[in-house]
């Protein structure tokens, strides 16, 4: 299970460069052909964010195999959606050059005020990721870093999404943004849900799943050993 699960995350990066690749080979190097493979880069960063962004409040959750492996491995996976977002980045530049000197209507200003410093961010959690990066970084600032950087992140993807809903020229049919815009609503939930309840604000008799009460009662009576 581990070493599949390993062979599949390696699998994202090479993924992504095939499938943009053929998208080019197939719609041809010009806008159209760009303006899919961008969209194909950025469903597959997509998929790889939520893994990520979900592989806590997932674990507390249910406390599966899979959940534990996703666990495991969420730095890998950060890894592999900063490698995706990478080719789209690339693929944006390429887009630059083939409307030059007009400017891509795909491109708007809420992408370029929100998605240039996110980008920023994606760049600095996926370079601390690397084993010995991480290790010169102090724990509580790695994991400031990387909790602040998943919930901006899930802003400037959301906010892109429903900018590309509402405004962009041509429009695409509404079912290319809204499932994706109700995956982040949804992980959103279950992760605010997640961080409530182990910050037991909500009533005893509600609980999310047994075995994070467990967990939690557990982690409490080692904090109250330890003081």
């Not at 806008?31 to 962004?53: H, K, P, Q, W, Y």
């Not at 590309?164 to 290319?176: G, I, L």
């Not at 949804?186 to 849900?193: Q, Y």
Request: hydrophobic content about 50%.
């Amino acid at each position: 299970m581990a070493r599949l699960g390993l062979l599949l995350v390696q699998m994202i990066a090479p993924l992504t460069v095939v499938i943009a690749g053929l998208t080019l080979l197939a719609l041809g190097f010009g806008e159209t052909g760009t303006r899919e493979a961008l969209r194909a880069t950025a469903r597959i960063s997509l998929v790889a964010f939520v893994l990520a962004f979900m592989a806590r409040p997932v674990h507390d959750l249910t406390s599966s195999a899979f959940s534990a492996w996703l666990l495991r491995n969420r730095s890998l996976i950060g890894m592999c959606f900063g490698f995706s977002l990478t080719a789209h980045l690339l693929l944006i530049s390429w887009l630059i050059v083939v409307r030059h000197p007009d400017w891509p209507e795909v491109i708007g200003p809420l992408d370029i005020a929100i998605g240039g410093p996110g980008l920023l961010i994606v760049m600095a959690m996926t370079i601390t990721s690397f084993p010995r990066v991480r290790r010169k970084v102090s724990a509580s600032s790695w994991k400031r870093l990387h909790t602040i950087g998943l919930y901006l992140v899930w802003f400037i993807y959301t906010a892109c999404l429903v900018s590309s809903f509402v405004e962009k020229s041509p429009p695409y049919p509404a079912w290319h943004y809204t499932p994706l815009i109700g995956v982040l609503i949804l992980a959103m939930l279950i992760r605010v849900l997640v961080a409530i309840q182990r910050r037991s604000m909500l009533p005893t008799t509600w609980t999310i799943h047994p075995c994070l009460r467990t967990r939690l009662r557990l982690q409490r009576q080692r904090e109250t050993a330890e003081s």
